[in-house]
């Protein structure tokens, strides 16, 4: 069964510093990942996915993810944090369930800080 | 256009009341889920449909009954619900496997609180 795990569960930075959000998966096979991000009492919007190909890839509002097979990993990251990006961000495994649908599989997910 | 919308926004009902929420989608998605939120966790899969049949339930109590009229809308009625169900009540969509793309489009939510 796959699985997502984001190992912090709150991270404060600087407006301006850069950012990582950490991501590790457990899939059998080439898996589906994304990345969300949920401002409070809102839906989730999609940052940006990977299904094959470029391992590193570009999302909305300046993020950018990196696939790393080896380590089972998809981090994201962003160059400069604004205080707009205050928010919760999940990560996500996504498979085919049956027909057309896909099943997600969130990771607890990550409460971003951002300090003036 | 990526949107989907939900209504009502907030919904507050006593553990007798009957209610329904709505979603609408007009992305051409085959798929559709509900997804039931509490606060500082990930969303929980309720129910998909895909082809607008119910192809997964995810051991939800009875009093969660979902409908899907047509390809656009899905709505989830409720029905002697417990304070415990309050929660954000999450609606997304996905577009068909024929065309590769796998990811699901969220709505804004309907905020539940049962007195």
């Known amino acids: 069964a796959q699985s997502v795990t984001q190992p912090d569960i709150h991270i404060t930075v600087s407006e301006g510093a850069s950012l990582e959000l950490r991501c590790n998966y457990s899939y059998g096979a080439t898996p589906y990942l994304f990345w969300y991000v949920q401002s409070p009492g809102q839906g989730l919007q999609l940052l940006l996915k990977y299904f094959s190909g470029d391992t590193l890839v570009q999302g909305i509002k300046g993020f950018e993810a990196e696939f790393k097979r080896s380590q089972s990993s998809f981090n994201l990251r962003k160059p400069s944090v604004h205080w707009s990006d205050a928010a919760e961000y999940f990560c996500a495994v996504g498979r085919i369930s049956s027909g057309s649908a896909r099943q997600l599989t969130f990771g607890s997910g990550t409460q971003l800080t951002v300090l003036p | 256009d990526t949107e989907v919308t939900q209504t009502p926004k907030h919904l507050v009902m006593g553990m007798t009341n009957k209610k329904s929420l709505k979603c609408e989608q007009h992305?051409?998605?085959?798929?559709m889920y509900w997804y039931k939120q509490k606060a500082k966790k990930p969303p929980e899969l309720m129910f998909v449909y895909s082809y607008e049949k119910l192809s997964i339930n995810e051991s939800v109590p009875s009093r969660f009954s979902p409908e899907c009229p047509n390809s656009s809308l899905l709505n989830l009625h409720l029905h002697a619900l417990q304070p415990e169900d309050s929660a954000l009540y999450l609606c997304?969509?996905?577009?068909?496997?024929?065309?590769?793309?796998?990811?699901?489009?969220f709505g804004p939510g309907t905020r539940l609180t049962v007195t």
């Open positions: 992305m051409g998605h085959r798929a």
């Open positions: 997304a969509s996905s577009q068909d496997v024929g065309t590769g793309a796998y990811e699901q489009y």
